[in-house]
C-alpha cells in the first residue's frame, strides 16, 4: 500500500503564494507519474499539475506561468509552488499518482487526502 500526505494548504490574499507538499510512503518500488488536482465546491475535480518519472510536466491552462511543479524522489515528495494566487484557485487540493510496489505488479492509482488552499480577495 502507498499513502500520500498532503500539506502546506492555508489561507492566503490574492496575490500571494503557498507551497504545498507530497509526501508518499509505504511499500514504494517506482513512481510512474505523480501531480496536482483540486475541487472548488459545487465543482467538478480537475488537473491542475502533473510531472512524469523523467520531469515532463503538464499544467492546466489556468496555471501556467503561475504555478510549477517539482518532485524530490529521495524524499518521494512532489511539490506544487503556487504564485501569484487568485480567488478562483480556491480548492482542496489532491495529490495523486501512479506507484509500483513492486517490479511484478502494475502500476495503481492512489489519491491523498486533500488540503484545502483558500485565496482570500
Known amino acids: 500500500q502507498v499513502q500520500l500526505v498532503e500539506s502546506g494548504g492555508g489561507l492566503v490574499q490574492a496575490g500571494g503564494s503557498l507551497r504545498l507538499s507530497c509526501a508518499a510512503s509505504g511499500s514504494i518500488f517506482s513512481i510512474d507519474f505523480v501531480g496536482w488536482y483540486r475541487q472548488a465546491p459545487g465543482k467538478q475535480r480537475e488537473l491542475v499539475a502533473t510531472?512524469?518519472?523523467?520531469?515532463?510536466?503538464i499544467y492546466a491552462d489556468s496555471v501556467k506561468g503561475r504555478f510549477t511543479i517539482s518532485r524530490d524522489n529521495a524524499k518521494k515528495t512532489v511539490y506544487l509552488q503556487m504564485n501569484s494566487l487568485k480567488p478562483d484557485d480556491t480548492a482542496v487540493y489532491y495529490c495523486n499518482g501512479n506507484f509500483r510496489t513492486s517490479l511484478a505488479t502494475s502500476p495503481m492509482n492512489y489519491w491523498g487526502q486533500g488540503t484545502q488552499v483558500t485565496v482570500s480577495s
Open positions: 510531472i512524469t518519472s523523467g520531469g515532463r510536466t
